[in-house]
C-alpha cells in the first residue's frame, strides 16, 4: 500500500514538474469534478490551460494567479458562472468556453485587453456586457448556440474583429455600431429573427466577404437593395473568382440558404 501511495506521489510531482517546465497544463478527458489546486500553486508559470470534457461546474476566484495564461480552454465541462477575478488575467489571449452551462459574463470581460479569440458557444447566456466593447484586439467571437435577443451597442468598439458567429439565438435586430467594424470579413446570423441589418453594413464595413442569414425572416430583395450591395458582391466574387448569384437563395420563409456567399 505504501509503495503504491510512494508511487502515485511520485507521478504527480513528476507531471507538475513538466507543467512548471513547459507552461502548458493539459488536462483533457480527466474526469475532474473540481479544480485542481496544483495548478494554481504554479502561479505566473502557466501559459496554456486546457480542461476540455470533464466535469467542472465552477472556476475559482484564485484563478486570477495564473497571471500569464495566454491560453485558456474549458469547453465541454458544466460551467455554470466565471468569477469576476477572470478579469485579471491580462495575458489571455483565447478563450475557449464552449458547451457549458454560462448564463451571464462578468463585466470584468472588458479588462482583457489582450483577448483574441473568445468562444463561448452552446451556453445559456441571455445577454453579453456592455465592456465587451473594450476588446480592442478581439479578432474572433464566437456566441452562437445561446439565448440571445440582442447584441451591445458597444460591440462597435471591437474595431479589430474580423468573424462574429452569432447563429442559433433570438437576435431580433443588430446594432448600428456593427458598421464601425472595418475590418469585420464573416458575419454568421444564421437561425435568428432578423427583419433587416443595419442599413450601412455593406457599404461601411469595406472587408466584409461573407453574410450567413439562413432563415431569418429577412428577404431576399431587401438585402439585394441595400446600399453598397454592388460592391460587396464585387468583394464576393473578387475573392472566389467565379459568379455566386447561383449561392444566394430564397425558400418559401425567407432567405434560404442565407446570404452564404
Not at 144 to 167: K, V, W, Y
Request: proline share 3%.
Amino acid at each position: 500500500m505504501g509503495c503504491v501511495s510512494s508511487k502515485n506521489a511520485n507521478s504527480k510531482a513528476s507531471r507538475v514538474a513538466r507543467w512548471r517546465s513547459t507552461g502548458i497544463v493539459a488536462l483533457r478527458d480527466s474526469k475532474l469534478k473540481t479544480f485542481p489546486d496544483e495548478i494554481l500553486d504554479l502561479d505566473r508559470t502557466v501559459r496554456t490551460l486546457d480542461l476540455t470534457h470533464n466535469r467542472l461546474v465552477d472556476i475559482p476566484v484564485a484563478v486570477s494567479k495564473l497571471s500569464n495564461l495566454q491560453r485558456l480552454i474549458l469547453a465541454d465541462n458544466l460551467v455554470e458562472r466565471l468569477p469576476s477575478t477572470l478579469g485579471k488575467l491580462q495575458s489571455l489571449k483565447l478563450a475557449t468556453l464552449d458547451r457549458n452551462r454560462i448564463t451571464t459574463l462578468p463585466d470584468e470581460l472588458g479588462q482583457l485587453v489582450k483577448l483574441e479569440q473568445l468562444s463561448i458557444s452552446v451556453n445559456l447566456l441571455v445577454s453579453l456586457p456592455e465592456t465587451i466593447g473594450s476588446l480592442r484586439h478581439l479578432v474572433l467571437l464566437n456566441v452562437s448556440s445561446n439565448q440571445l435577443t440582442s447584441l451591445p451597442e458597444s460591440i462597435g468598439s471591437c474595431f479589430s474583429l474580423e468573424e462574429l458567429q452569432a447563429n442559433d439565438n433570438s437576435i431580433e435586430e443588430l446594432p448600428a455600431s456593427i458598421c464601425n467594424l472595418i475590418h469585420l470579413k464573416s458575419l454568421c446570423v444564421d437561425n435568428n429573427k432578423l427583419n433587416q441589418i443595419p442599413t450601412n453594413i455593406l457599404r461601411e464595413c469595406k472587408s466584409l466577404q461573407n453574410i450567413s442569414l439562413h432563415n431569418n425572416p429577412i428577404s431576399m430583395d431587401q438585402f439585394q437593395q441595400m446600399d453598397g450591395f454592388q460592391e460587396f458582391e464585387a468583394r464576393r466574387k473578387k475573392k472566389f473568382d467565379k459568379q455566386i448569384d447561383s449561392n444566394v437563395m430564397i425558400g418559401s420563409k425567407g432567405l434560404d440558404e442565407g446570404v452564404d456567399l
